[in-house]
């Protein structure tokens, strides 16, 4: 059956259930049948900086619980996105995620380039990539709050956040352990140990193991591709320093190591045809690859209570190391059998050389980048008539990258490689306050404002060996040159203000209105520039002002509850990569440019239902409808052979749907218990999303559109009655659907890589 074919036949189906009041609960699938959604949406969440239940937020929310997040107890983030409705990833390297939500996110190859979508480890900002590949073994829930958040969170996140809350050390002793085994050799253990060292210190301590072996192969190296190895550890200390102060102090380090994945010529180039693969995942590639990524932090969070005020402070030290090496060309050239110079290039001259019989390009994609921040959060709550929250930021970042691609075009007769070494140190202060304010008993008004100063010292080096990859480096002066080197400096600064009106209807129904704008400071490009002036243009820093209209409304039983919400986005100078044309003679190169008007408007609801104390269903709908409203060009470069020399062509993307906006996604969620007796319990959990198609670019190409996909994913657990132990069967992506990651265009060949084919297996756990 077509993919839309059984996204209607589900939504068909469960069109009875939309007529029921709905929630936004997600809890832990054991305690799910144990807890009325009555105490689940008691909830507290704090991603707002200040404990809230779910059912008072002014503001699109979603809660997640411990392992309900995915089928298996452990996990990362990379692995589990597509739960999240509006959220895309186009991960096809560990260095750039490309966290979308909203229409706001970020490709962007630059050091000093800042994402619109944060992603938060218990509150503290997670910069650039080190979050993605964030373990969630020992995660107690995570918390996704949509739009702009200019206000509470820096820095500059203009899209929305999700928030990792791990589990704390408490006053216990006990442990658990998991085992899970499955196809391609996969094996992963996870362990947590708290122990409670006296009345007023306790600690805990999460391992987590996870290896497999490839589900792609390599003909020409006979090696496994699409690999992986990961470990993390956390451990975690929990003092009562005094009645009225505590400390949590938190170690983390993780770190995963992998061959490259699998690149297949999708669509090939009439030239390509015969290298196109019978399997998307098996061929010939000069090389396996490499990914390996480290990521470390430290965390320190101080709180104590006087009378009717909180004061926090929150400390933490974040680095993360990250490099990849691959072949993206997808296919295989026998560079023995070509002629070579001395100093062991191609001989283009030699006249056995014939690029016809050739793959059309190859490049091997060589990266790394180096993040290390430094950050320091104090917060003052006072209690009172007006509830205020004062807080003050300040984050040192330094980011060290370097590209260093290597690249041969047989049709072109071009083979060389190319430098970018990149620096950008950035400094970001941030002074915030939030004011709560009953207007009556059912009426609240909440206003906040932040002052947000971006400061970054910005260096690059520019080198090419041999043959350019496009347009020849220029200097000062524009004569052609092998090296050029750049440092410059700026401060971006703004307000962002942010107001929401809650009111409390009745017992039931909850309806709240809300203004938020947030603000992302602008930067330097990287790695497309060729000369100078390129290299020093910065582009704009970008604004979102978003308005929302929600209602929230739990039924008199407290069997369901619904959250539906309207919101519309509108964006100034949204940061976005274009083909531009910086001068008339010039190549177009990719490069960031500023989208003067953009908005994106649409609806997202949720839904749980409780159907008795063993059944329950979790429906989330997303739909959001994007455009550029102002006039954006792109240039585009076509080789012309009749005059052997390429043309550049001129398009306005005005009125295009903004990159990696998909208009509907969707999840549900199905939480059974079959079995509940004497002998034990037996539960079925099922995973289901949807995400309509969606362009990687703005220029809206066919050819790069990303189809409409559905993942499914299954568990049936089984656990005695009065056992520690359980054991469970899973399988993950049941329809076995090839999702595309990443999708480029490059000289008439489509190029694609995908997520993990369906995959199953078992899983036994154990609690002392």
């Not at 070509?338 to 014939?354: C, I, R």
């Not at 739909?623 to 005059?643: A, F, G, H, K, V």
């Not at 009125?655 to 939480?671: C, F, I, K, Y």
Request: charged letters at 20%.
């Amino acid at each position: 059956m077509p993919s839309n074919q059984r996204f209607c036949l589900i939504s068909s189906l469960l069109g009875l259930c939309l007529q029921l009041p709905i929630s936004t609960a997600f809890a832990d699938d054991d305690d799910l049948f144990d807890l009325p959604l009555e105490q689940l949406m008691k909830i507290e969440v704090t991603t707002r900086k200040r404990a809230e239940s779910i059912e008072q937020l002014p503001a699109a929310f979603s809660t997640y619980q411990k392992d309900q997040f995915d089928i298996l107890p452990a996990n990362r983030f990379e692995t589990s996105i597509y739960r999240i409705p509006g959220l895309v990833a186009n991960a096809d390297n560990p260095i750039e995620p490309n966290l979308f939500m909203r229409g706001a996110g970020s490709d962007i190859e630059s050091a000093s380039a800042n994402s619109s979508v944060g992603i938060f480890l218990d509150g503290i900002y997670l910069p650039r990539a080190t979050g993605y590949q964030l373990s969630l073994h020992d995660i107690q829930q995570i918390e996704v709050l949509k739009g702009p958040q200019g206000v509470l969170y820096g820095k500059n996140v203009s899209g929305g956040i999700i928030n990792f809350v791990s589990n704390k050390a408490e006053q216990a002793n006990y442990g658990t352990a998991d085992l899970v085994l499955g196809e391609d050799d996969k094996i992963q253990f996870n362990a947590v140990l708290n122990q409670a060292v006296n009345d007023d210190v306790a600690v805990r301590l999460a391992v987590n193991h996870d290896q497999q072996s490839g589900y792609a192969f390599n003909e020409f190296t006979q090696s496994e591709m699409d690999d992986d190895a990961h470990w993390s550890v956390q451990s975690k200390l929990n003092w009562q320093l005094t009645t009225d102060s505590t400390l949590d102090l938190t170690w983390l380090v993780q770190s995963d190591q992998s061959n490259g994945p699998w690149v297949d010529i999708a669509i090939p180039s009439e030239q390509n045809q015969a290298l196109k693969n019978n399997s998307i995942r098996r061929g010939k590639n000069n090389l396996d690859g490499e990914i390996d990524t480290e990521l470390q932090a430290v965390v320190a969070k101080y709180q104590h209570v006087f009378n009717e005020m909180t004061l926090s402070s929150n400390t933490a030290w974040v680095n993360g190391d990250f490099s990849y090496s691959n072949n993206d060309a997808g296919s295989f050239i026998d560079f023995g059998a070509l002629p070579m110079t001395p100093s062991g290039l191609v001989d283009f001259s030699d006249p056995s050389y014939d690029p016809s019989y050739l793959n059309d390009d190859f490049y091997i994609n060589n990266k790394s980048e180096e993040v290390s921040s430094w950050s320091q959060e104090v917060l003052l709550a006072i209690d009172g008539q007006f509830d205020w929250l004062l807080g003050g930021y300040f984050l040192s970042e330094k980011v060290t990258r370097l590209e260093n691609p290597e690249y041969f075009f047989s049709n072109f007769y071009s083979q060389g490689s190319e430098i970018s070494d990149s620096r950008s140190d950035n400094q970001t202060l941030g002074l915030f306050v939030d004011i709560a304010y009953p207007l009556r008993d059912d009426l609240i008004l909440h206003t906040a404002l932040r002052y947000t100063r971006d400061e970054k010292d910005f260096s690059l080096s520019r080198a090419v060996n041999n043959d350019p990859l496009g347009q020849p480096l220029v200097d000062d002066m524009g004569q052609q040159t092998t090296r050029f080197d750049i440092t410059d400096d700026e401060t971006w600064a703004a307000w962002t203000p942010s107001a929401s009106l809650s009111w409390q209807y009745n017992e039931q129904l909850n309806v709240y209105l809300s203004y938020s704008r947030g603000f992302r400071s602008g930067g330097w490009n990287g790695e497309g520039t060729t000369s100078p002036q390129q290299a020093t243009l910065t582009y704009d820093e970008e604004f979102a002002d978003s308005y929302e209209l929600g209602f929230r409304h739990e039924s008199a039983d407290s069997k369901a509850f619904t959250q539906l919400n309207f919101f519309w986005t509108e964006y100034d100078d949204l940061q976005t990569q274009q083909l531009v044309q910086v001068s008339g003679s010039d190549t177009p190169d990719n490069l960031i440019a500023n989208a003067s008007s953009a908005s994106v408007a649409g609806v997202e609801f949720e839904t749980a239902i409780e159907f008795d104390s063993a059944s329950t269903l979790i429906l989330r709908y997303a739909y959001m409808d994007s455009e550029i409203n102002s006039n954006l060009w792109q240039t585009d470069s076509q080789y012309d052979p009749s005059c052997d020399c390429s043309i550049n062509y001129v398009t306005n993307l005005s009125g295009n749907q903004l990159r990696r906006t998909p208009e509907h996604s969707a999840s549900v969620d199905l939480n059974i218990r079959l079995m509940d007796s004497t002998q034990g319990s037996l539960n079925w959990l099922s995973h289901y999303a949807y995400t309509g198609k969606y362009y990687l670019d703005n220029d809206n190409n066919h050819r790069t559109q990303v189809d409409a996909f559905e993942l499914l994913d299954m568990r049936l657990r089984y656990q005695p009655q009065q056992g520690d132990w359980y054991v469970q069967l899973w399988l993950k992506n049941a329809l076995d659907e090839d999702i595309a990651i990443g999708v480029t265009d490059v000289l008439d060949s489509v190029l694609v890589t995908y997520a993990a084919p369906r995959t199953m297996g078992i899983g036994l756990g154990y609690t002392w």
